[in-house]
């Protein structure tokens, strides 16, 4: 069965300095992985995927996340933190059911200090 | 840029009673999707929809949930007989057709059952 962990309930980092949330994956065949951020009381927003192809992948507001096939990792890093990035991050991966639905980690609190 | 949308944004019904939460897909998706969050858990899939049937559920969608396509835009999911444990976000999404699409999620409603 295909699953995600993420090891950090909560990663502080001050603004400006880069950032990391980890997340690693366990699948069967080929990983289609996600990450989404839910701001307070807001539905998620889909930040970036990785399929195939480059192992860097780059999405919204900054976000890049690198595929690492032989540590089964797929982390979700900024160069540069704001204080607007401080949300709840999810890593997810897509069962290869036929319905193919979003199966996410447990979630990763960022807090971003000013 | 196209959107999910859900209403409403919050409901708080009497436990026992019916309640029915609506979705409006993006308009040329084909998948569709229930999927909530209990305060302070992870996102856990319910049930994908299909050409009009449903193609998986999980086991917390039991014989007190149903989802309904009742016209070419909504998408609906029925709580027959509210629990309190039944509060929580719910989350819908959709997707395109292709097998690398990305599911999109509404803003959540929010369900208080007292």
């Known amino acids: 069965a295909q699953s995600v962990a993420q090891p950090e309930d909560q990663v502080n980092v001050a603004e400006g300095n880069p950032l990391t949330v980890k997340c690693t994956y366990s699948v069967s065949g080929n990983p289609y992985l996600f990450w989404y951020v839910q701001y307070p009381n807001r539905g998620l927003q889909f930040l970036l995927k990785y399929i195939t192809g480059d192992n860097l992948v780059k999405g919204s507001y900054g976000f890049e996340a690198e595929f690492n096939k032989s540590q089964t990792s797929f982390h979700l890093k900024k160069p540069s933190a704001l204080v607007s990035d401080s949300a709840l991050y999810f890593c997810a991966v897509r069962d290869l059911s036929s319905a193919s639905k979003i199966i996410f980690g447990s979630g990763t609190r960022l807090s971003i200090r000013p | 840029e196209p959107e999910v949308t859900q209403t409403p944004s919050h409901q708080v019904t009497q436990m026992g009673q019916e309640v029915i939460l609506r979705c409006v897909p993006i308009?040329?998706?084909?998948?569709f999707y229930w999927y909530r969050q209990i305060l302070g858990q992870k996102v856990e899939f319910l049930v994908s929809f299909y050409n009009n049937e449903i193609s998986e559920k999980s086991e917390i969608f039991d014989d007190q949930f149903s989802v309904e396509r009742p016209d070419g835009s909504n998408f609906t999911l029925k709580i027959r007989s509210t629990k309190l444990e039944d509060s929580a976000m719910y989350f819908c999404?959709?997707?395109?057709?292709?097998?690398?699409?990305?599911?999109?999620f509404g803003p959540g409603t929010r369900l208080l059952v007292l």
């Open positions: 308009s040329n998706h084909l998948y």
């Open positions: 999404a959709s997707r395109g057709a292709g097998g690398t699409e990305t599911q999109y």
